[in-house]
């Protein structure tokens, strides 16, 4: 009778056995794969050779943004072309760190504009980069760009090149700027969804698609005023670097028709009657233009070139720290949330660690705070700000750079500050505040879902599937109010100005940076070279060093990011499938709205968020 149960045994034991030696074969394939990729790669010399003459490709794939945010090793793994993909990230200050270094470089003679993957960065920091290749001409280099089609980001770099090349079937698309987004209104109502809204701010317009079906007066002026002065800084730069007028650069319907009528059709033609650019050119006919240029390459039948990412590990193996004194640089950069964020997002409690860490080193005798953030909570914006104000009474001078936006709790964090430098096109200001709470009574009921109860008291039970109270109303609303004459009463004292003069210029209008400068609501224009500046100036600093202060990995994370970094060189490049550019910037849009209401977890419920900044 014991045979049975014995001989299952064995079967099961059997199958174990082999499940489980499956899975060790493929952890030790696994480990000792990555093992063999480490050990090769430390032993290989991992050297990059210029040659002489050659010609930078600043071949920029994906958006420009102040700080990356984390990648988990494994999708860095399945992605391993991601850093030439049109959804990486590359960080401002490696580009103009690259541009400054390949400007000094005897072996560099030519840099070339690689366009065609760029995808997202604001205007100021396109103008940060415009900058830097104006420094770079300076040095006698040309700039050469190239590229099979210019949206209008990729040519407002282009046009601070000296020649600017096109492919025969493509064309430059400038279309001027618009704010335009949806209303939800009428669907809410179908819904019988109610939103509760509580705000202050004639201009606050975050929460007017969950109450209107269009755009209020009020906005449609600001955001007007506002569109209107970027678009004459765009318009008067590109303009004078390609030596047109500005009113030539975007045409009306029936000018632009009468152009095409011209080339017969023709947009490649008709960018180049426009003297938008200089050549139309095949990439075969531009490499043989470059090899005439800088020569051909001792390997490979391409010119001599290095690429932005090659070039970068050179760049920064030349950086070397050698004074005690430090400017310390923090970067606050994305919605600010409560609690500890990653890079990439400002933390309530991670961001005031990084100020932290700054006030406590004795070597940090300064610090530039870089803010690139529309807002959020209003309690982790305080959070920050009182650790801004514990490095002012520490004696440390602590100064502002704004990048494209530092707007609503982004400039909440900024007012304190010692000096606060903008860029022209820094989107700034948004001084509102708001409460949104949606509540599900009226939709539930038609699904004949109801909640009914009882409590110790009026306000217990609270729950976004009864309505709200006339007296919760009200304590909201107040609430609201409250963080407002806070709010306006934070920039008067930090600015140095009357309370009634910060409320005539606040009501949740977003300014530029040159009008915040007429207004007062910074102290000059200038970037994150002039801030370092102006940190050490009140630093009575003669000698020093920047010093980076970043949230850093543990040990382990360290060494896991080391392994997967050296493995991912030696997987084989992922294709992947091309999708509809419409159809990603549909989804893009909905995905950015959805995730920033949703990460929305300020304890108060009251938040400083500016959403006209996402122009």
């Keep these: 009778m014991s045979a049975k149960p014995s001989f299952l045994k064995k079967i099961f034991c059997f199958m174990w056995n082999t499940v489980n030696g499956i899975r060790k074969f493929i952890l030790n394939v696994i480990f000792f794969g990555l093992l063999i990729a480490v050990l090769i790669g430390l032993s290989k010399e991992d050297t990059v050779n210029i040659e002489k003459g050659s010609a930078l490709v600043l071949n920029l794939s994906g958006n420009i943004v102040e700080q990356k945010k984390p990648v988990a090793p494994l999708e860095a793994i399945m992605n391993s072309e991601r850093k030439n993909s049109a959804d990486s990230e590359i960080l401002l200050s490696n580009v103009i760190k690259v541009i400054n270094s390949a400007a000094n470089d005897n072996d560099i003679s030519t840099l070339v504009l690689d366009l065609d993957q760029l995808q997202n960065a604001g205007l100021s920091k396109l103008s940060s980069i415009g900058d830097a290749l104006t420094a770079f001409k300076a040095s006698g280099k040309p700039i050469i760009a190239h590229a099979n089609s210019y949206n209008q980001n990729q040519y407002f770099l282009a046009s601070f090149a000296d020649t600017v090349y096109l492919n025969p079937q493509g064309m430059v698309s400038i279309e001027g700027m618009g704010r335009y987004r949806q209303y939800f209104q009428s669907a809410l109502d179908k819904l019988k969804i109610k939103m509760n809204v509580f705000r202050v701010g004639t201009f606050k317009s975050a929460v007017e698609p969950f109450i209107r079906d269009d755009m209020s007066p009020a906005a449609k002026e600001a955001n007007m005023s506002l569109l209107s002065d970027l678009w004459q ?12 007028k500005p009113n030539q650069l975007v045409l009306s319907p029936e000018q632009y028709l009468a152009e095409l009528d011209k080339t017969n059709n023709d947009m490649a ?6 003297h938008w650019v200089d050549s139309l050119s095949t990439a075969e006919a531009f490499r043989l233009a470059m090899v005439d240029r800088v020569g051909k390459a001792n390997q490979g039948d391409n010119y001599k070139q290095i690429n932005f990412y090659d070039y970068l590990s050179i760049a ?21 949330l409560n609690g500890n964020q990653p890079s990439g997002e400002i933390g309530g409690e991670s961001t005031s660690k990084l100020l932290r860490k700054a006030r406590f080193d004795n070597h940090v005798k300064a610090i530039v705070l870089r803010v690139d953030s529309p807002g959020g909570s209003a309690f982790a914006s305080e959070q920050i700000r009182q650790e801004i104000l514990a490095i002012k009474a520490a004696n440390k001078p602590i100064i502002v750079s704004m990048g494209s936006y530092a707007a609503s709790g982004g400039y909440w964090i900024s007012a304190d500050a010692d000096y606060i430098f903008a860029t022209p096109t820094t989107l700034t200001g948004s001084i509102g505040i708001f409460g949104l ?17 009882v409590g110790t008291s009026s306000w217990a039970g609270f729950s976004v599937t009864r309505d709200l109270t006339p007296q919760f109303r009200t304590v909201v609303q107040r609430n609201i109010e409250h963080g407002y004459d806070n709010f306006i009463s934070i920039v008067a004292d930090g600015r140095g100005m009357k309370k009634q003069a910060v409320n005539n210029i606040a009501q949740g209008r977003v300014w530029t940076g040159k009008q915040a400068l007429t207004l007062g609501l910074v102290d000059a224009i200038g970037d994150m070279p002039q801030a370092i500046k102006k940190a050490a100036e009140m630093a009575k600093l003669t000698q020093f060093d920047t010093k980076l202060i970043e949230q850093e990995l543990s040990p382990q994370e ?4 080391d392994i997967f970094a050296t493995a991912t060189a030696y997987l084989p490049v992922q294709q992947t499938q091309a999708q509809s550019p419409v159809v990603n910037a549909l989804m893009s849009k909905w995905q950015n709205m959805l995730t920033t209401f949703s990460s929305f977890d300020d304890p108060n419920g009251v938040y400083l968020y500016c959403d006209t900044c996402n122009l």
């Excluded at 033609?269 to 426009?274: C, E, F, G, Y």
């Excluded at 920064?316 to 600010?336: D, F, L, R, W, Y």
């Design 233 to 244: 800084t765009y318009s008067q730069i590109v303009a004078n670097n390609r030596n047109i």
């Design 269 to 274: 033609k008709m960018a180049l009657n426009l």
């Design 316 to 336: 920064k193996s030349h950086t070397q720290a050698t004074e005690s004194n430090k400017v310390a640089i923090i970067v606050a950069k994305g919605n600010i």
């Design 437 to 453: 709470i949606p509540t599900f009574k009226d939709s539930l009921a038609d699904l004949g879902i109801y909640t009914d109860g």
């Design 558 to 561: 360290q060494i896991i990011q």
